[in-house]
DNA sequence: ACCTGAACACCGTTCAAGT
DNA sequence: ACCTGAACACCGTTCAAGT
């Protein structure tokens, strides 16, 4: 606690220059977000934290638009290693690893609703495929398609095309963590041990198919 | 054009009393909404559409929120009505009606991506499990489990909780709308027939399953 | 009952000036 | 090169006053 004060006044009492502001800035946007959520969100507050005047943030973020975009990028990041590390501790066979993912994916939801709220809510605008955001988002995808690849070598997932796979695979996902944290679901989010089944369930659903029978399309 | 601005002229001309400005507010921010996105929605600029000042809605919607709760809820009326539609359009069989509820879901979502946005984005704020909102939804998702009874009737969808059946199928509805109004997917959402196909290929995924086995849980 | 106009606090953004 | 302080336009909300 008294560590902790001292700790905030060093940062404040650091003259003029203040060392790596732009990072202090995501950090500070970061914890105004998950704790009031995104409407709440503003400049002169998260300068404020970072103990630096309401115009200093324009030196690193051409507008407050910019700040949300590196907020939502580390999202992205944060998000893929989640799903990276789930993935290798889930062992070898491809059904776990997609169990994990899955999992990994709904526990992010629910630690930070906002956060990803704000990755998947327009505010960035409309991206060109270059950004580094498209691109991010794309390797949580990739490591998607390689669970599909491996379980196609294993043959326990069906052939055809990985990515269409890992489209669904991650619409699933993603749908169920939106409409999770907007309270649309019979689980309240608190509950994880339900949050996992839900995961699981889901995927199980996906894995097994709900036809009888197949059609042709 | 001369009929429109006639028109607007006499709306705004009715002097003092306006008819049903309540309505008028919604509708105005609807356009507002659809124009130029969630974050340039502002209420200042609603009641001048309306053809009111700025302090009159403040006599129909406690606060911002509260007009942005309407207009969500009327979105939730309109997808509901929409997936109501194709279901009806869709003829006996159960699988079709669950392709053509699936479309109905993403054309929504391509037609107009900020009023999506906006009903599942937290903006209206933890509500009330007797909110008329949730209410509404619900409703949409009644839809939903009809079509799973029903196909479990036919003896075409496999046995379980149809709830289950359809939180699984409205996840991953809903995650392709979100995902596809995010330019996430390689199909721009301006393509109908690939978004429709999309959608497809999503339903048949699932209705198949992606297992080659059946794995216990 | 319903709407207006002035007023207040606050925000995003800019810019000349400071170190 | 990086930050400050004043300034501007604009927004959400309130309230006494008008019809």
Known sequence: MADEVDRDREERRRPYHHGDLRNALVEAGLRVLERDGASALNLREVARMAGVSHAAPYRHFADKQALLAAIADDGFNQLAARVRAAIEHAGEQAHAQLLEAGRAYLRFAVDRPHHLRLMFSGVVGKRAPETLLYAVSKSAFALLVGIMRHGQDQGVFREGDP??????????????????????????????????????????RLCDGIATVQHEI
Chains 1, 2 share one sequence.
């Open 163 to 204: 990515v269409e796979l890992s489209l669904t695979c991650w619409s699933l996902m993603h749908g169920l963590a939106m409409l999770l944290i907007e309270d649309q679901l019979p689980v309240s989010p608190e509950q994880q041990a339900m949050v996992d089944d839900l995961a699981d369930m889901c995927i199980q």
